[in-house]
């Protein structure tokens, strides 16, 4: 399994932009598909966004495409996540994922490692 660690989250005003980061150790990071969900209190957890293992493929849920955009660099093993035009409905806790599978899965069953996650408040 690979280890991942989330941050760049924190506080931020309707409209703003956020960029978070996941850091994953190992060396078969391109290997894996990585994914971004969130969790809003008293919800279920999220799918937001999902990247193919060489970034040539992404997926997006509905309510953050055209204002989120997930990417990653390899040579790094690094999964980004640029938040841009925030709404307070995106407040959650946000988890990265990595999953060894060939999809973009929007299930959080398809992945198998998981970060602590990272607090983003959207305030209004």
């Known amino acids: 399994q690979v280890q991942l660690v989330e941050s760049g989250g924190g506080l931020v005003q309707a409209g703003g932009s956020v960029r978070l980061s996941c850091a994953a150790s190992g060396r078969t990071f391109s290997s894996y598909t990585m994914a971004w969900f969130r969790q809003a209190p008293g919800k279920g957890r999220e799918f937001v966004a999902a990247?193919?293992?060489?970034?040539?493929?992404?997926r997006y849920a509905d309510s953050v495409k055209g204002r989120f955009t997930i990417s990653r660099d390899n040579a790094k093993n690094t999964l980004y996540l640029q938040m841009n035009s925030l709404k307070p409905t995106d407040t959650a806790v946000y988890y990265c994922?990595?999953?060894?599978?060939?999809?973009?899965?929007?299930?959080?069953?398809?992945?198998?490692?998981w970060g602590q996650g990272t607090q983003v408040t959207v305030s209004s």
């Open positions: 990247i193919s293992g060489i970034g040539s493929s992404q």
């Open positions: 994922a990595a999953g060894a599978v060939s999809y973009l899965s929007t299930y959080a069953s398809g992945f198998s490692s």
